[in-house]
Each structure stands twice: as C-alpha cells, then as structure tokens.
C-alpha cells in the first residue's frame, strides 16, 4: 500500500449552473448542514437574497453555516445588511455577537450610518460594541467619530473603549480631545493611564 | 500614459495611473483572491511591463482590455505565473512534517475507516519541494504507512511551476536539507548537478491547476483528511481568507486537519476549526462532530 496515485478517484471539474434564488432558499432550510453552507455560499451571487441570508442568520445554529452566511453577507454589504448585522450586537449568544461585530469591521461604507445611530444608544454595551468597531474600521471618518465618543459620551467605559481605539488610529488632532477627556476624570486612575498610552503611541513615543 | 513600442516601455517609470493600479488589483484579486496593496505597486508593474511587451500591447489600456475580455483566459495564466512567488526547498518548516507523522496522521488513523484512503493536499505546491516532503516524510518516518493507501494531491494557480513540480528537477539550493543518505534514496544525480526525483515518487503526486478562489475548480475535491496550504493566506485580504478557510472546512472529512505556515494563524480568519498544539506547532482541525 502506501503511497498510491489518486487521479482515478477525483472527479474532474464540472460545469454546475448557477442555482436560482428560490433554488437556494429551498436549500438553506435543509436539515442537512453542508447542504445549508452551500446555499449560503451560493446566495453571495444573489445580492436580492441578501435579507434571507440575515433571516437564516437569526435561526442558524451550525458554526460553519454561520460562518459562510456572514462572509455572504460581507460580500452583499449593504447599509440595510449593515443594519441587519447591528441588530446582533444585542444578542446574549457570544459567538454569534463577535461574528457580527467582525463583519461589520469588514464593510466600513455600508455600516458607517448604522454606527452613527449605534454610539448615541441607550445601551452602554451597544456603544461599546460600536465603538470597538470603529476602531477596527478602514474609514477616513473613524477618528473623527471616536473623537467625538470622548468628547460627548458620559460612560466611562465607552470612553475608555474609545481611547484604545485612538490609540490604534488616532492622529495628533485627537491630541486635544484626550487632554480634555483626562480632565473630565481627573480622579480616575485607569483613565488616565490609558490616555497616557494613547497619547505616547500618537506621538510614537 | 500610453507608449507605442518596446523600446519606450523600457524607458517609462510608470504605465499606469493610481486610477488604473486600483482597478487593476480589483481585477486581478476578484480572478485570484490575490490582493496587492499600495505599496506593491512598483512589483505589480514591473511585470505588467513585461507582459505588455511580451504580448506587443500598445498601453496599460490596450493590455487590460485584451486582458479582462480574451476568452482563452490565456494571458491571465501568464499574467498569474509572473506574478506569484515560488520559491521553496524541501523539509522547510520541519516541524509541521514532524507534526504529521507523530500526531496528525496517528489521529486521522485511528478515526479513518479501514480501507477508505487517506488524503493529503499540499496547495499551493509550487514546484514540488512540499508534497514530495511530505511523501519522503510519510515513507520514512510513519510506521503505518504500509498499512493505508496515501494519496497526495497537489495543486497550484501557476502553470509553470507546475510543470516543474511534474518534471521533478532540483537543483542544489532546494535540496540543502536532503541529507545524503535520502538523495541516494529517492533522486538521481544529473550530469549538470541537478537533481532528478525518482519516478515511483513522482508518479505517486495527483499535479493539478487549481485556483482556490474558484468554487468550480475546489468542489471536486472532497473528504480530504490533511490540507497543507502554507504561505498563501498571507497574500489575500480578510475576506479572501474566510472564503479560503471555508472551502476547506468543505474539503475535509470530519475531523481532518489543516496546517498553515508559521506566520498565518487561523484564529485571524475563522473560528469554525480546532486549534490543536502538536509538538512545536498548531494545527487546526475541522471537528469531529462537526456540521
């Protein structure tokens, strides 16, 4: 035995015809996962399917599927996709939240307005999640935007989160607004720790 | 800029704009998955140039165009060729071969059907030195070889080399960590210092062109138990790899493995594999149960 030539048992490449949309669809309720992860594959070639992709999303229980549904959705980006993804971001399912949030990093146009609306919620922890995806976001805006997180937010720990997003991105203009920002919580030691880190790697120090 | 002979391509720094690099590289990673960034501009062009002359193309323009609508798809190929890297030696990252016959191969043994063949994919493969590796390894150093029919598969999106990968030529250099003994063993001397594999090896290896990017030409490969894709997925964009990762969660059986090399790590990527540390290196394998 040992080594043996394989060409006899591979197939060779066949033509496949693109499958139609509610051919897909069909596919993506099958009970089959693998059958689940094609169809969510082959719904990237069917940007009208793109909030059944968000649908299954919300349903979908098999890592690998999800996996493929959200790299589908990266590549049918739009701010309605955008909008569908920041609605996990609420989600008590941890996994499913971090996928998001990795996906909304990869689609800067399509999510800057639905992260515009995400930093003024109620919810701390929503604009934390924002926040952390700005941070990672390859937007002309995203300082500005984190500039304006430390200028107006009132929680501290959305702040804080803002700071090591500047630390990342922040250019010398964020200078000013993180002096301010240590005045605002003067008394707070991690504060101001973290703005000194932010601030030496703006300088390069 | 346009320029109308060969002469005026060599004088010129630049045959296209910022304008046209970017619609370029959108291009050639949508054909690829390979994604050149600003700083690459200066490699990419150098070879464009090369290849307008080659093909006789008036412009940057006049290329592109023959470039995006022949139907050959030929001079893509070539274009691919000129711009992938492919150099390589045998036994490199040892470890991960280390890896594969201490613990990767033992694990796929003990949960594979009798009978069924065990199947390993080295892509990119470049001109050979990885999945010869990996079969002078097998052959050497796994007691069980004997007992399991191997098949190694091995792909690239470059013509070229794989046609040196086929002939199985060496020279000095990709053999500097082929001790002697396992140079008498499996290749033969040629009269102008090269190198020459031996037939049973090389016609044991499945050479195949494939673009990993293109569901048409990966779907045929199937219940694969080891992957080894080594140095690749640092040439592709975040997205580029998610997809890359996920064909291969699709190529494999349950339970099959996939080996990166030592810069790539799939934690960056996906997280629908298991990390599992296997000596000095960390593979990651698709789970056992998975769906």
Known sequence: MALVRASQTIRPPQEAAAQDLPAVLADLASPDASVRRAAARSLAAHPEGAMAACDQLEKETSPSVRAVLFTTLIHLQTPKVAERLSALLRSDDTPLRNAAIEALQEMPEAAASVLQSLLKDENSDVRIFAVNIIGALRHPQAPEWLGRVIRTDEHINVCAAAVDGLAEIGGTESLDDLEELRRRFKDNA???????????????? | MEFSSTAAAKKTDSVMGDGEYAKFCEFFYRKTGIHFQEGKKYYVERRIIDRIE?????????????LRFQASGEELQFLVNSMTVNETYFFREDYQFDALVNHILPNVARTKQRGAPIRIWSIPCSSGEEPYSIAINILERWNLADSWNI?????????????????????????????????????????????????????????SLVNVVDPMQTRRFRDFDIIFCRNLLIYFDDVGRRETVEMFFDVLGAGGFVCLGHSESMSRMSSIFLPRKFGETIVYQKPLSAE
């Not at chain 1, 000194?196 to 390069?204: C, E, K, N, T, W």
């Open chain 2, 151 to 207: 098949e190694i598969h091995a792909s690239d999106i470059d013509t070229k080399i794989l046609a040196e990968a086929r002939s199985g030529i060496f020279g000095e250099r990709s053999l500097s960590r082929v001790s002697s003994q396992l140079r008498s063993k499996y290749f033969s001397p040629r009269a102008n210092g090269d190198y020459q594999i031996c037939d049973a090896l090389r016609d044991s290896i499945d050479f």
């Open chain 1, 190 to 205: 991690f504060m101001n720790f973290a703005i000194d880190a932010a601030i030496s790697r703006i300088r390069g120090l």
């Open chain 2, 54 to 66: 080659k093909t006789r193309s008036t412009s940057f323009r006049d290329y592109f165009t023959m």
